[in-house]
Structure formats: C-alpha cells, structure tokens
C-alpha cells in the first residue's frame, strides 16, 4: 500500500479577491477544494492547513522594500496602483504569507518523513515573483521562498526546482541565477509572458548550468513535452542527485486554456506525476513536493490537478516510455545545456 500524498489547501485562500474580472481569481480553485473533499477521495490523502510564512522566511527571497511596496499598495483605492496585472487588496499580504507557508508546512512534513509526497494548492501564485518585484499574479515567489527555508532549515545544497508551467518561472530564476545548490529547469511556450527564458539563460557565476531553460513552440503537446523532460530529467537527476524535487506546477499549458498555444491533453499531467515519482524515487528518497502555480480554466485545471493527484495516488509502475520526437529533438540539439550535462 502507497503511503498516502499530503495534500494542502484552504477556504483562506479565497481573500486575495477583488470585484474586478481578473484570470486570477478565487473560483480558480472552489470546485477543485470541493472535489478533494468529496467521496472519491475520502480516506486516501492527508490533509493539510497552512500556517503563515514568516518575515524572515520571505526576506530570505525578497527585499524589505519590496514588502513595504507591498503594504503601501494593498491600502490604495485601484487594486491595480502597483501593477497592471497583479492586484492588491487589504488580504492579499496575507494570503500570499499563507501559500508561501502552506508550501513550508508540507516541506516540514516530508522532511520529517510523515509523508512522501505533497502538493500545495495555493493561491495566489509565485513563479513570477523577483526579489525587488511582484508580476504576472504573483506576490511572494512560494517555491524559492520554500528553496530557500530547506537550504536554512535542513541544509539541503541540491535542489532541483522543474517549472511546467506554460510561462517562464522568471523570479525563481533571478533567485537562483548564481547558485549551483538549486537546479532550476523551466519548460515554457517562448515568446509569451515574461518573455524570458531562452535556451542562452544558463545561469552565471558558481550558477553556471544550473538554469536549464526549455523554450517550446507553439502547438507542442504531450509527446513533445514527455520527451523533453524525459530526456532532460532523467539525464540531469543522475548526475546533480538532487535530494529533494520541487515542482512548479502550473496547468495553463492545457489545451483547453486561452492563455497559451500549448496543447497538453488533462491525462499529461498524471503522466509526468509519475515520471517525477520515478525520479525521486531514484534521486532523493520519493521526497517530491508540487506547488500550484497558473491555470485559468477552472474545469481543465480542477480536471488535471486531480489527474496529478490520482498520479500521486497510483503505486510507483514502469517509467513512462519517452516516444522520439523529431521536433522536440531540434530543441535539445544545439542547447546549450550539453556543455554541462549529459542528456
Ligand atoms: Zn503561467
């Protein structure tokens, strides 16, 4: 019997809402949360509540001044004075301290072996959250601020962070641009918001090569996408050796989501569930840890959080063959990542 995954969400997450029609809203995630609770679920996963990330834990990513900015905005009349697309209400402090928490909370319980698996179904999202700025929905960046706490909490020095999420994880990248202890690998649609994260982005200084970024073009969907991170993955896991793989989860890649050209079918996402079941198993004890990021189609995105967690679910089977790709091929051909690894 599988030991059951820790799930994390809460009806808090709800408060960063303003009145105004925004993507990134609370009924992202209302029938996911009502799902989870449902019947089909009773009784196989842990269920986890947040805690507050602390001051410390958030300035160990971003700047002080930053979350002054962050105040002064939250009290002005536009929810928009910061930013034209990362809104600010008076809960939105909070509720960001409460996702970066809610992703510490599961980190703590896996490092502490209660659980192997884990995934945070915060709001609202990171990945686009630099040290000195919020952008793209973005308040606190929740999986660098997590990096970071398990580098200062545990001592960890190789953790390998995989974005999936159709935009470039540009904050977790800025955070960890010159670091060879966390391994940051993004696959995203190219040329589209932030318009970041191209293949020459490979990190610099003692963070030579530890920033492998995977631009995509447009209409990729599953077989592309496997092959790559299951080139890339499987290639880099065995020689860095991460000793935990946090995953930026993101679900705006789906076919069905307006945001982006990629086309990623819902049964995906339980696929590379179980490829990253396989690489941790390998690498780092099953520690495996996934972070909500983007998705906004509330029905693609409630359908394929739930195709990952059945894919957490399942018993540990074969590796998901890799099937060659011709165009996916053209990507890894001239990357710069081979002057590092092995793929
Ligand atoms: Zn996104």
New binding site residues.
Partial sequence: MPRQPGILFDRRYYEHSIPQQSLENAGRVRSLYHSLEGPEYAGLLRTYQPREATVADIEAVHSGFYLEQLREHANAEDPYSYDRDTYLMEQSLYTAALAAGGCLELADRIMGGEIDYGFALIRP?GHHAEPGRGM?FCVLNNVAITAEYLRRMYGLDRILILDF???HGNGTQAVFYETEQVLFVSIHQEKLFPFTGTAGETGSGRGRGYTINLPVHQQFADPEYLFLLGRVLGGVVEQYLPQIILVSA?Y?GHHADS?SRIMLTTGWYGTVTELLKHLAQEACGNRLLLVL??GYNPVSLEESVLATVDGLLRPVGRRPGVIHSERAARILANHPLHAFWTV
């Fill in positions: 999202p793209g999420d159709v935009h993101g705006d945001i990021e983007g």
